[in-house]
């Protein structure tokens, strides 16, 4: 059969199978396809008018198969692309989204590119921390997760894309760090759903780990821990950029003042939803002068 003919049937499955949630039929038929043929999306549009058959079909419809009981793509392909990085994912971990870019985008706008220390907490397949160490090689990041294979992963990932300004520790957030240890910027991607939120039985999310979606307290738990405690770990003027839900923006900003943190704003991520809220740690001379002011 043609190409084009193959990718045109996949895409009608895909767009009305039961399970309802290829979102993108003719993406995800473009991108299995490539993959098994081992070309670019670009190649498929060019030569479409050429015969699959054999081997490479019969993987290309096991996978539109496995795509259509609502695998993630990511999955089947074995990777994801995340600011410029090709990313290796697995079952321990998230998929890194378009919309954490926004994390990333604002935690280098307000960092000078030499010198800083970084910290991702949560790093799962070492998607932000890769990121900031990459664009900024004179960074020093460091990334932790509590999941033992999220931790090998992003290891495997800092290998394969040569980036060695970054390391990766297993622990609770703060748990795998010494009590003295001080960083200009930390960032994290945490658990922010509420367990009875419905959308934790649609798409993607339903074959992500529970524990990197989930937290207590209307999924707040964990957002209020990092901002009580990664008050101990910034130094003077350091940053701290939590991502969470749409609907949290508000709730984030008010705990990040209550906390005592300045500069506190949100910044909205691709669809123009509050994603990213973020507030300074002062140092004791902006303290000083806030209680002259007062």
């Not at 895409?11 to 290829?22: N, Q």
């Not at 392909?77 to 990313?87: A, H, N, Q, T, W």
């Not at 090689?137 to 990932?157: E, F, S, Y």
Request: hydrophobic share 40%.
């Amino acid at each position: 059969m043609r190409i084009d003919q193959v990718l045109s049937e996949a895409a009608a499955c895909l767009a009305r199978c039961a399970s309802g949630e290829a979102a993108t039929p003719h993406l995800d038929a473009q991108l299995l396809m490539a993959h098994v043929l081992g070309r670019s999306r670009t190649w498929l549009y060019t030569w479409g008018d050429r015969e699959i058959e054999g081997v490479e079909l019969e993987q290309f419809k096991d996978l539109v198969e496995r795509r259509e009981q609502g695998e993630p793509v990511a999955w089947l392909l074995g990777y994801r692309e995340f600011f410029g990085l090709r990313l290796a994912v697995s079952p321990h971990t998230l998929i890194p989204r378009p919309d954490t870019e926004t994390l990333v985008e604002q935690a280098l706008l307000r960092m000078p590119a030499n010198g800083a220390r970084a910290l991702d907490l949560g790093t799962g397949s070492g998607a932000i921390a890769l990121a900031l160490a990459s664009e900024r090689p004179a960074w020093q990041v460091t990334g932790i997760d509590i999941v033992a294979g999220a931790v090998a992963l992003a290891r495997r990932n800092a290998d394969a894309l040569g980036i060695t300004n970054v390391h990766f520790e297993e622990g609770h957030f703060f748990s795998a760090l010494p009590p003295a240890a001080r960083f200009e910027l930390i960032v994290s991607n945490p658990p922010y759903i509420d367990e009875g939120d419905e959308h934790l039985r649609q798409g993607d999310v339903r074959f992500e780990p529970r524990s990197a979606l989930v937290a207590g307290q209307n999924g707040m738990a964990d957002l209020w821990h990092l901002i009580d405690t990664a008050r101990h770990f910034l130094a003077p003027d350091g940053w701290l950029l939590l991502e969470h839900g749409h609907q949290q923006g508000g709730a984030v900003r008010t705990a990040l003042l209550e906390a005592g943190y300045d500069g506190v704003s949100t910044c909205q991520d691709l669809g123009g939803r509050e994603r990213v809220s973020l507030g300074q740690w002062p140092s004791p001379l902006s303290n000083s002068l806030k209680q002259e002011g007062s």
